[in-house]
């Protein structure tokens, strides 16, 4: 649903003759649900996210599926009761799932992750806000590694790549496998090639959320094991 129905569902509509590409209500709260599944299952935010209009739901959506500025289509989506930034991002990139990402731990972490003094690999461990700054900078940072990435390649790849690989790569790093710097990592053979094999839509298990949302309904955010797919 995530990588193929939505994203197809709102090229269709891009594509069709009103020209408009949006996000009903019950698109936006599956989308939601299926976020709370790879994640903290939250009663609460289904609730705020169901206390929204309809119409005021396909409004927003149209408004940020229409601006060019991602942070500004950040701000857009935010406005609706139980959105915050790593949600908004996820109505985002089923609309554009080549050049916005998703904001999720994996990816977040994967291209903040430096070469220690000892020559090991940190920031798997990094705390997140999640914020609108925080996406800013994953934003960027996945922008200029796509870039380094895709330069003289015929087959570029995109930004849910980028999020496949990011969860391969910390599902690998959890079962024990050495990882790479995203310095490294550009200058390797094109791993996200390999990645969007392994992560499939059906064996995905994202796990990631907003601070945002756990202050629109008032919980903790525990710390969570990422466990890999089988």
């Not at 936006?28 to 976020?35: A, D, N, R």
């Not at 496949?164 to 690998?172: R, S």
């Not at 298990?205 to 089988?230: F, L, W």
Request: with cysteine.
């Amino acid at each position: 649903m995530r990588y193929i129905t939505m994203p197809e569902l709102c090229k269709t509509r891009r594509e069709g003759k009103e020209g408009d590409h949006y996000l009903e209500k019950d698109e936006v709260l599956k989308l939601v649900q299926w976020k709370m599944l790879h994640g903290k299952f939250r009663p609460t935010l289904i609730k705020l996210v169901s206390s929204n209009d309809e119409a005021i739901v396909k409004a927003k959506t149209v408004e940020g599926f229409a601006t060019a500025d991602v942070l500004k289509a950040l701000d857009a989506l935010a406005k609706l009761s139980g959105i915050g930034p790593a949600t908004a991002s996820l109505l985002l990139s089923v609309n554009d799932p080549d050049n916005v990402p998703f904001f999720s731990d994996e990816l977040f972490r994967f291209v903040h992750l430096e070469q220690g003094k000892d020559g090991q690999v940190e920031g798997w461990d990094r705390k997140i806000a999640y914020n609108k700054k925080e996406y800013a900078q994953m934003y960027a940072r996945c922008s200029e590694l796509r870039k380094k990435i895709n330069e003289g390649e015929d087959n570029p790849i995109s930004m849910i790549d980028l999020e496949k690989h990011a969860y391969v790569t910390n599902a690998k790093r959890a079962e024990g496998e050495p990882v790479k710097s995203t310095e490294g990592e550009s200058k390797s053979t094109r791993g996200t090639k390999r990645a969007r094999k392994e992560a499939s839509p059906q064996s995905k298990g994202q796990q990631e959320d907003t601070a945002a949302e756990d202050e629109k309904d008032g919980s903790t955010r525990p710390k969570r094991k990422v466990k890999s797919s089988k």
